[in-house]
C-alpha cells in the first residue's frame, strides 16, 4: 500500500505563485509514475502533469504547461508542483497519484491524496 499526503494550498491572487508537495508512505514509489490531477465542483478530474522514474521527461496538459512544474525527490520519495502564473481559472482541489509502471494522462491511477484546495482569486 501507498498513503500519499498532499500539502502547499491556500488562496493566491491572480499571476501568482504556489508550490504543492505530496509526501508517499508506505513503500518506495521511487520506480512508479506520480501525477497531478484537479478538479472543481461539477467536472470531472482533469490530469495536469506526471512524471516516471529518474531522468525520465515529465508531461503536462496543454492548459498548464509553461506555467506549472512538476518534479520528484526519489530519495524522500517526494512530487512537487511549481504554479506559477496562476489564474482564476486554476482554482481545483489538487490531487496527487501514483501507480506502477508508465505516467499517463488518463486517470487510472492505483493510489491517491486526499487532495488540497487551491484558490485563485483577487
Known amino acids: 500500500q501507498v498513503q500519499l499526503t498532499e500539502s502547499g494550498g491556500g488562496v493566491v491572487q491572480p499571476g501568482g505563485s504556489l508550490r504543492l508537495s505530496c509526501a508517499a508512505s508506505?513503500?518506495?514509489?521511487?520506480?512508479?509514475?506520480m501525477a497531478w490531477f484537479r478538479q472543481t465542483p461539477g467536472k470531472e478530474r482533469e490530469f495536469i502533469a506526471a512524471?516516471?522514474?529518474?531522468?525520465?521527461?515529465?508531461y503536462y496538459a496543454e492548459s498548464v504547461k509553461g506555467r506549472f512544474t512538476i518534479s520528484r525527490n526519489y530519495a524522500e520519495n517526494t512530487v512537487s508542483l511549481r504554479m506559477n502564473s496562476l489564474k482564476p481559472e486554476d482554482t481545483a482541489v489538487y490531487y496527487c497519484?501514483?501507480?506502477?509502471?508508465?505516467?499517463?494522462?488518463?486517470?487510472?491511477?492505483?493510489?491517491w491524496g486526499q487532495g488540497t484546495q487551491v484558490t485563485v482569486s483577487s
Open positions: 512524471r516516471g522514474w529518474s531522468g525520465s521527461a515529465p
Open positions: 508506505g513503500r518506495s514509489i521511487s520506480g512508479s509514475a
Open positions: 497519484a501514483a501507480k506502477a509502471g508508465l505516467p499517463i494522462m488518463s486517470d487510472f491511477y492505483d493510489y
